[in-house]
């Protein structure tokens, strides 16, 4: 429940909210598996725990990157969440997290490696526009918006944050970015 509240309070531009949810969603994860007789602190333990944990980190760190504007914070938050879960959507964000630290050989290491998939395109769009490969991360930033699993809603409030999205600053003002986000 706290995560749930946490992204809404990062949906409603609260990001100060957002990152004391998040971080009380956290603990009590942690708190959980500490009574179960795991060790939070490792990469191991309750898988289902561990992905939890994950995604709660990753809330942490898009909210620290996007809403507070603190990449060294959301850098921070994303290296704990990629310790516990490699897949090919965190892939994705470690590469553009890379990207942003200007790491650019790096991100696209990590991208020729990583299988594109709707869940990871809007990422890849970010990772793209960082890298400045305009033409790239608007066909991902398209594909992700006209990802069929998304409800009408849910298109929307994608392209009110794209709108606001700091890795995307690179597209604003190109007239098909403006067209994708209207």
């Not at 969603?25 to 795991?38: I, K, Q, S, T």
């Not at 914070?73 to 997290?97: I, P, S, V």
């Not at 020729?112 to 790239?136: F, I, K, M, Q």
Request: proline share 5%; net charge neutral.
């Amino acid at each position: 429940t706290l995560m749930v509240i946490g992204s809404c309070w990062t949906d409603e531009g609260r990001p100060q909210e957002a990152e004391r949810s998040l971080l009380s969603a956290l603990e009590r994860l942690e708190a959980v598996e500490r009574g179960l007789g795991g060790d939070p602190a490792a990469a191991t333990g309750d898988p289902r725990s561990r992905l939890l944990r994950a995604d709660v980190l990753i809330s942490l760190a898009v909210n620290a990157n996007v809403k507070l504007r603190d990449p060294e914070r959301a850098l921070g938050y994303f290296e704990r969440a990629y310790e516990l879960r490699k897949d090919d959507f965190t892939r994705t964000l470690l590469a553009c997290y890379r990207a942003r630290a200007g790491r650019t050989e790096e991100a696209r290491s990590v991208l020729r490696e990583t299988v594109a998939s709707p869940p990871n395109y809007y990422n890849r769009a970010c990772t793209h526009a960082l890298l400045g490969d305009v033409d790239v991360a608007l066909d991902f930033l398209r594909r992700a918006l006209g990802d069929a699993n998304l409800t009408p809603g849910g298109a929307e409030r994608q392209k009110v944050w794209a709108r606001d999205d700091p890795d995307l600053a690179a597209l604003r003002g190109d007239p098909r970015f403006e067209a994708l986000v209207r």
